[in-house]
């Protein structure tokens, strides 16, 4: 302690104990203790790769999002998607509604908060419906013709669940290293949120496709596909920052096409 600390006067403070300074302490020896501690006290860890000022949880990807973490295992780390299913019902009716309606500019509703519960629970209910009311419609095709040899097709529930499934996880995921690869930079949570809720319009299809008439079913399928690769094409169109990726994007708008005829042909057949 400095002797000019010792000298200030603490007899008016309750309970002040004197300093005692010892007597062989040299009077150039503080300073530079002091600056020796006060270098120490200066030395930081450097901080970690990629950081940029912000407080880091431990553990945490930087950013906070998935896309932003240095690996590949990110990816792959169930924990890292968690946030994806924190989200109100309004505003899962609010993107179903904007699915429907593509001019609604579903891009910058997610670009914020994209979530994955309204997508897995679409991309569900949309087995369940194919298979319920495929095997129901080919009931009704059959009883229109006088045909009693109708039976329950369980199997549906299997190709149901294999395409739907397969399409939402793997056709978005195969977008998305494409776009990066012909230098843009999308989103995967963004373009897995936005491919399941383009999932929605075949929904109230296939209970439309119910009707025994074939030539209504070809119009509502047609149309419910026309509508779903309208709203994929549109949506990637913004999400490509303006780089020319009319290729990718007709490619993915025709391939939406394509599940919708796959619906038709073969659980509405």
Known sequence: MDEGYANLPSSHLLGSVPAVIPEDRKPGGAPAQ?????????????????????????????GGDVENQANWKGYFDIASYTPYFNVDTDVVVDRLISSVYPMDGFVRKIDVNPDMYGPLWITTTLIFMLATFGNFATYLMQKKTDLNIWNFDVGYFNWAATVMYGYAILVPAAFFFLFQYFGSRPSLVRFWCMW????????????????????????IIALAGGASS????????????????????????????????????????
Do not use: H
Not at 200 to 206: H, M, V
Not at 237 to 254: Q, Y
């Open 34 to 62: 002091d600056a020796a501690a006060t270098s120490r006290l200066q030395e930081f860890p450097p901080p970690a790769p990629g950081a940029n000022g912000g407080y880091q949880p431990p553990g945490g990807p930087a």
């Open 196 to 219: 399941g809720y383009s999932l929605f319009i075949f929904i109230p299809a296939s209970i439309l496709l119910l009707v025994p008439v074939e030539f209504l079913r070809w119009v």
């Open 230 to 269: 309208w709203f994929i094409a549109i949506n990637l169109k913004e999400c490509t920052e303006g780089a020319d990726l009319m290729v990718l994007i007709a490619s993915a708008a025709a391939l939406q096409f394509a599940l919708s005829l796959f619906i038709k042909v073969f659980f509405f057949a």
